[in-house]
């Protein structure tokens, strides 16, 4: 067992595929039919060669480490040791699409999919849950919004199957409440952004979890809050974009009625002491971060029906100025008086941007 760990703390040598031959085999990696005593010591090692040396990952794929994981995952199940440490293992290698078609043939998102089930079957869930739908977003990455190699795919019948076998799971975790499933819960957004196709469905049944998860994270007052907050505003961008259904209920969760906005006039720095959660997604409109400035005033411009003038009262001319240049819009700051001071503001914004 030592000895197996010490070949597991490989940097980067001309022994490394070795090793990765010899953590395979003892692993049951390989496809061979030998059972070793340390075949799941063998197998947490192979999770740090495989991270650590990059040429290990295509000796592990020519030997069809891929397709022995997908069977092991699916023989042993979401209860088995070694779920975990195959389940990392495959997050690494999927960061390359073209492995992930290489498995999509095997069944493997339904695969995953039975194993988050089982992941989830206690009110506490079991440790591998979180890599599994980092697997699922692998798997599904290629319907989504942020994939951009060779166009996105269609999903197939089997893929929207798979998708209602995942909402229950997905509204589960979402419901869970204490700190500790902030990342999980963040997971599950990474894959609910990759189904396009059921952006109204995610918002009639989610959006009120969703929401409360935006709020958590901007209640956090993160130095950076990035990591956390992109992908929320991402998901929800798209859902409005892409859905009009879906555009309706967030606007009249996220924004004041417009029946209220109409009357406002518009001003440089927007209304003072707005409460709504646009309001506070104001404050990300000119932060460093350019995906929170852009996902933020997307979102709320979009959720504005984009009506450049309602935009502009809600928003203000300076949190909105990069959207609105952008948007072709700069017309409306001639109904901003002393017009003087608002060219002059909209000089030092577009600079500054």
């Given at each position: 067992?030592?000895?197996?760990?010490?070949?597991?703390?490989?940097?980067?040598?001309?022994?490394?595929?070795?090793?990765?031959?010899?953590?395979?085999?003892?692993?049951?990696?390989?496809?061979?039919?030998?059972?070793?005593?340390?075949?799941?010591?063998?197998?947490?090692?192979?999770?740090?060669?495989?991270?650590?040396?990059?040429?290990?990952?295509?000796?592990?794929?020519?030997?069809?480490?891929?397709?022995?994981?997908?069977?092991?995952?699916?023989?042993?199940?979401?209860?088995?040791?070694?779920?975990?440490?195959?389940?990392?293992?495959?997050?690494?290698?999927?960061?390359?699409?073209?492995?992930?078609?290489?498995?999509?043939?095997?069944?493997a998102t339904s695969i995953f999919t039975k194993?988050?089930?089982?992941?989830?079957?206690?009110?506490?869930?079991?440790?591998?849950?979180?890599?599994?739908?980092?697997?699922?977003?692998?798997?599904?990455?290629?319907?989504?919004?942020?994939?951009?190699?060779?166009?996105?795919?269609?999903?197939?019948?089997?893929?929207?199957?798979?998708?209602?076998?995942?909402?229950?799971?997905?509204?589960?975790?979402?419901?869970?409440?204490?700190?500790?499933?902030?990342?999980?819960?963040?997971?599950?957004?990474?894959?609910?952004?990759?189904?396009?196709?059921?952006?109204?469905?995610?918002?009639?049944?989610?959006?009120?979890?969703?929401?409360?998860?935006?709020?958590?994270?901007?209640?956090?007052?993160?130095?950076?809050?990035?990591?956390?907050?992109?992908?929320?505003?991402?998901?929800?961008?798209?859902?409005?974009?892409?859905?009009?259904?879906?555009?309706?209920?967030?606007?009249?969760?996220?924004?004041?009625?417009?029946?209220?906005?109409?009357?406002?006039?518009?001003?440089?720095?927007?209304?003072?002491?707005?409460?709504?959660?646009?309001?506070?997604?104001?404050?990300?409109?000119?932060?460093?971060?350019?995906?929170?400035?852009?996902?933020?005033?997307?979102?709320?411009?979009?959720?504005?029906?984009?009506?450049?003038?309602?935009?502009?009262?809600?928003?203000?001319?300076?949190?909105?100025?990069?959207?609105?240049?952008?948007?072709?819009?700069?017309?409306?700051?001639?109904?901003?008086?002393?017009?003087?001071?608002?060219?002059?503001?909209?000089?030092?914004?577009?600079?500054?941007?």
């Amino acid at each position: 067992g030592r000895s197996i760990r010490c070949r597991g703390k490989v940097k980067r040598s001309p022994s490394d595929l070795q090793t990765t031959r010899f953590l395979m085999k003892l692993g049951g990696l390989d496809g061979s039919s030998e059972r070793y005593q340390f075949v799941e010591e063998a197998r947490k090692c192979m999770v740090n060669v495989i991270i650590k040396v990059p040429a290990s990952q295509t000796v592990f794929c020519d030997a069809k480490g891929l397709q022995e994981s997908i069977r092991i995952i699916q023989t042993e199940g979401a209860k088995s040791p070694s779920c975990l440490p195959i389940a990392r293992m495959l997050i690494h290698l999927l960061m390359d699409q073209q492995r992930v078609e290489i498995i999509r043939p095997l069944g493997a998102t339904s695969i995953f999919t039975k194993v988050l089930e089982d992941c989830l079957e206690s009110n506490v869930p079991l440790p591998a849950t979180s890599d599994i739908l980092k697997l699922i977003f692998h798997m599904t990455l290629a319907f989504g919004p942020l994939f951009a190699i060779g166009g996105k795919r269609t999903p197939t019948s089997d893929d929207k199957e798979a998708f209602e076998r995942l909402f229950p799971c997905y509204q589960k975790i979402l419901n869970f409440s204490g700190n500790e499933f902030s990342g999980m819960k963040l997971s599950v957004v990474n894959c609910l952004a990759n189904a396009p196709f059921a952006y109204g469905k995610i918002a009639k049944e989610l959006s009120p979890q969703l929401i409360q998860f935006l709020v958590y994270h901007l209640d956090q007052k993160q130095e950076d809050p990035t990591g956390e907050l992109t992908p929320i505003l991402l998901l929800l961008t798209e859902m409005a974009q892409h859905d009009k259904g879906a555009r309706k209920i967030l606007s009249d969760v996220m924004l004041p009625p417009f029946s209220q906005i109409d009357t406002w006039d518009i001003t440089v720095e927007g209304p003072e002491n707005e409460t709504s959660l646009a309001g506070r997604l104001k404050e990300l409109m000119t932060h460093g971060n350019i995906a929170l400035k852009h996902y933020s005033q997307d979102l709320i411009y979009t959720l504005c029906d984009e009506d450049g003038d309602r935009f502009s009262k809600l928003c203000g001319l300076g949190p909105g100025a990069g959207l609105l240049q952008s948007k072709g819009l700069m017309n409306l700051f001639t109904k901003l008086k002393p017009k003087p001071r608002v060219e002059e503001v909209f000089k030092l914004k577009v600079q500054v941007e």
